[in-house]
């Protein structure tokens, strides 16, 4: 059975299917500094996970993708702590 969630007329955000779920799309607030972009985006990913009835310690799979590397020691320095 796959059941979508958080779906607008583009792009589902949230499909579970066989009790996995899959992420698509998620993309911080437009804020200057990685650090704050991270928590953004961390932040809605819990919002997501939630939605879906799970929790980060589930995850299989995360790809974040930064727009330069010199955004990669900001970013780890955040999500380390999540």
Known sequence: MIKRLETSPLLTKITICND?????????????GIADQTTDL?????????TAGTTKSNIAHLLIHLKTLDDYAGFNEVYKTW
């Open 42 to 50: 961390l932040e809605l990913l819990d919002g997501f996970l939630k």
């Open 20 to 32: 996995t779920a899959y992420f698509s799309g998620l993309v911080s607030a437009d804020r200057d």
